[in-house]
């Protein structure tokens, strides 16, 4: 499995970004996917996860109603909106996966593929 993001950048307070994982590998529907990101000095934390066998996807309370999760399975990528953008927002998001359909761990240590990272700077 590889994952490669794409999409971070600087953006002013209020804008928007979107994130993309391009996955080489296993189709969308195989696996469930997140988005973890760590802002400097601070530890890596789960932002948002969909999970294929069932579907449902999960938010940190700090992005609910800001951030949305998807997926394009003719692409086999999967995207972060990220929409009314805080300075609080800037870290450095990566994309990840755990290698199961049901799973949407928090805790980074059991995610297993992670991608490089991309960089989005919100200035205030």
């Known amino acids: 499995v590889q994952l490669v993001e794409s999409g971070g950048g600087l953006v002013q307070t209020g804008g928007s970004l979107r994130l993309s994982c391009q996955v080489s590998?296993?189709?969308?529907?195989?696996?469930?996917w997140a988005w973890f990101r760590q802002a400097p000095g601070k530890e890596r934390e789960g932002v948002s996860c969909?999970?294929?066998?069932?579907?449902?996807?999960y938010y940190a309370e700090s992005v609910k109603g800001r951030f949305t999760i998807s997926g394009d399975n003719a692409k086999n990528t999967v995207y972060l909106q990220m929409n009314s953008l805080k300075p609080e927002d800037t870290a450095v998001y990566y994309c990840?996966?755990?290698?199961?359909?049901?799973?949407?761990?928090?805790?980074?240590?059991?995610?297993?593929?992670w991608g490089q990272g991309t960089l989005v700077t919100v200035s205030s």
């Open positions: 990840a996966t755990d290698g199961s359909t049901m799973g949407c761990p928090n805790d980074p240590i059991l995610n297993n593929y």
């Open positions: 969909s999970r294929s066998g069932d579907g449902n996807t």
């Open positions: 590998g296993p189709s969308l529907n195989y696996y469930s």
